[in-house]
């Protein structure tokens, strides 16, 4: 794990860690407790399988949270989810899952947006399934999947965009010889989130072939793509200028950008493949390659830089999920990451702002990935949340890699106006007046190099008093207390109130978050 040039880290083994709690018991009489001693931060187990069930819901908290999406009404934030939960728990009872909170922190489940399926979906499916050539019979009762809603306020008026995929095969059973049935976008609105009373408004888009491949599949080897987007994980945005664009997709040929009319929140028109959207991302060979692994867009403008930001989610979802950022000036792209690579010609996007982890005394999170990004219209602060997984084979719990804690993380902005999320989960910690000598201590350390499904595990740094490092990374540290601004070896860290989540008890310490030359997130906890 590269600091930066010529510094290494080298992480600490997490393989017998015994995680069957929210935190492991430790003996904490030599460590600094933290900038506020009693600060009653949150407790809620992180192991949360004794209270998966359906039934025991109304202490949920954060559990049973995926992909989730956030805005705020009133005094409350809002988050919608996709159908998942550890042991299927939502099953049956509604979809498109909503829970509230005042602080981010504490959250009080809701239910559901939709009691069943919106009746137009299975409409819209036979009614396309009948203009095929050859046409094709109707699916008389599909199996649906509820994916990846976004809520976006626009006006006085709340537009939850949602997905729903058919998951029978176009023709025949067998999946390994043809494609599934598309997905669908669909568009329901509410003036009230409190009501939790919503006007469903149909379809948006749907998957749409390009005829470039066939829906017939050469076996589970094939990913050739029948459909040239993916109608899935709808993302919105509207413009300075009062533009409203639909960003969408995953994995199938890219992420797409389309303009909706500001009025209907749809496309003006859908007879053209054109009129679907163009590509502004995509991953290797962008002309060729029909299955690309990326999904999750989601764009926000930044009014102090002047820059879109694109949000991406890059790998598979239960262990690699990873989360990549690229800009630009204009909505329609192109993107570009840190390293001025063109992301919606296929370059890899930098920076890399999420990636699996583990502190010590925890056995880390996986799958951190799918963000909503969201800023509080009172504060002005930016946040992140995702889902965030334990890995897989967690001592002492089943399926430990089903377990789905909703993480709510703080955006910082580094000098040259990219993104950084905070290495702990947000607790609504009180700011306090942060000096030289509280960075003097030791921290764990992370940098978030990228591989595939491992763990990037933290290293010990002692930071002395003459400003000298040693552990983990040498060399020299200063710190500016009017800016909060750390600088190692002349790379800037943000540094700020925090929680930790992996102490037992839990308590307050103080975080760095920041970019190194080469796009890659560091985190350091003290």
Not at 28 to 36: F, L, M, Q
Not at 372 to 384: A, L, R
Not at 447 to 453: A, Q, S
Request: net charge negative.
């Amino acid at each position: 794990m590269t600091f930066s040039a010529g510094i290494t880290l080298v992480g600490c083994s997490e393989d017998d860690t015994d995680f069957t709690d929210d935190v492991i018991e430790e003996d904490n009489d030599d460590i600094d407790p933290g900038t506020e001693d009693d600060f009653p931060g949150p407790t809620y187990a992180d192991n949360y399988t004794g209270i998966a069930s359906w039934q025991d819901r109304v202490q949920w908290n954060l559990a049973n949270v995926h992909d989730p999406t956030v805005e705020k009404d009133g005094e409350y934030f809002y988050m919608y989810q996709t159908d998942a939960s550890y042991g299927n728990a939502h099953e049956g009872n509604g979809h498109f899952p909503a829970r509230r909170s005042k602080d981010l922190v504490e959250w009080e489940f809701m239910g559901a947006v939709f009691s069943e399926a919106p009746a137009w979906i299975k409409d819209s499916l036979n009614s396309k399934r009948a203009q095929m050539d050859p046409p094709l019979d109707p699916i008389e009762n599909p199996n649906y999947g509820f994916w990846a809603p976004h809520i976006q306020k626009t006006g006085s008026t709340y537009r939850l965009y949602y997905s729903v995929v058919i998951t029978n095969p176009i023709v025949g059973t067998d999946p390994n010889t043809s494609w599934t049935e598309r997905a669908f976008i669909g568009l329901a609105e509410s003036t009230d989130l409190s009501s939790n009373n919503w006007e469903d408004k149909g379809m948006v888009v749907s998957s749409v072939p390009d005829g470039v491949e066939t829906y017939e599949r050469d076996g589970g080897d094939d990913w050739s793509g029948y459909f040239k987007f993916n109608a899935i994980d709808p993302s919105f945005i509207e413009t300075p200028n009062g533009e409203h664009w639909l960003i969408y997709g995953s994995w199938h040929s890219g992420i797409a950008a389309v303009q909706l009319n500001a009025e209907t929140g749809k496309p003006n028109e859908l007879n053209d493949l054109e009129d679907y959207g163009s590509r502004i991302a995509g991953r290797g060979n962008v002309n060729n390659n029909r299955w690309q692994g990326l999904e999750a867009p989601e764009i926000i403008y930044n009014e102090e830089t002047g820059f879109y930001y694109l949000f991406l989610a890059y790998d598979e979802l239960s262990v690699a999920y990873n989360t990549r950022v690229a800009r630009s000036e204009n909505i329609e792209g192109p993107y570009v990451g840190i390293d001025g690579a063109n992301v919606t010609e296929g370059a890899e996007a930098w920076p890399m702002i999420t990636h699996p982890y583990a502190f010590d005394g925890h056995p880390g999170w996986v799958g951190i990935s799918h963000p909503s990004v969201f800023q509080d219209p009172e504060s002005n602060q930016w946040f992140y949340s995702s889902q965030g997984r334990l890995p897989e084979g967690v001592p002492g719990i089943n399926a430990s890699n089903a377990v789905m804690m909703g993480h709510v993380r703080k955006i910082e902005w580094t000098s040259d106006g990219w993104p950084v999320v905070a290495p702990q989960r947000y607790a609504d910690v009180p700011d306090t007046e942060i000096t030289g000598e509280d960075i003097q201590g030791t921290w764990e350390v992370i940098t978030l190099e990228y591989e595939y499904r491992n763990i990037q595990e933290s290293s010990e740094v002692v930071f002395h008093e003459d400003n000298t490092l040693t552990g983990a990374i040498n060399g020299s540290w200063s710190f500016d207390e009017s800016s909060g601004i750390l600088t190692v070896n002349d790379i800037e860290l943000i540094v700020d109130d925090a929680w930790d989540w992996e102490a037992s008890p839990r308590r307050t310490t103080i975080t760095f978050t920041g970019l190194n030359e080469a796009g890659r997130s560091l985190w350091g906890k003290k």
